[in-house]
């Protein structure tokens, strides 16, 4: 089993930047398929970005370009850098895991078995 903590959550202004962390705990020393998924109240949660064992990554259409996933392995611990955020980037982010050499899929909530409590960003206009 493992824990995760997100960190570096805020307030920004459209076009500004923020760097989430994503700490693991517990049973690290397995491959696991790590994303980034965010909520927006009202909204289903979806995926952002992923990044399997072996350094693949993915990233959803509204994160090209813009986002950065990546992993410390060293320091258990998993990034996602945020640049030109928008007002619509607003939510909830949660960091996710699962237990898998290959993602089962990077982007569908179901397929990750452990999740953080969330960091929120809030982007102003």
């Known amino acids: 089993q493992v824990q995760l903590v997100e960190s570096g959550g805020g307030s920004v202004q459209a076009g500004g930047s923020l760097r989430l962390s994503c700490a693991a705990s517990?049973?690290?020393?397995?491959?696991?398929?790590m994303g980034w998924f965010r909520q927006a109240p009202g909204k289903e949660r979806e995926g952002v970005a992923g990044?399997?064992?072996?350094?693949?990554?993915r990233y959803a259409d509204s994160a090209k370009g813009r986002f950065t996933i990546s992993k410390d392995n060293a320091k258990n611990t998993l990034y996602l850098q945020m640049n030109s955020l928008k007002p619509e980037d607003t939510a909830m982010y949660y960091c996710?895991?699962?237990?898998?050499?290959?993602?089962?899929?990077?982007?569908?909530?179901?397929?990750?078995?452990?999740w953080g409590q969330g960091t929120q960003v809030s982007v102003s206009s």
């Open positions: 996710a895991a699962d237990r898998a050499l290959f993602c089962r899929s990077y982007f569908s909530p179901s397929s990750f078995a452990y």
């Open positions: 990044i399997n064992s072996v350094g693949n990554i």
């Open positions: 517990g049973s690290t020393s397995s491959s696991y398929c």
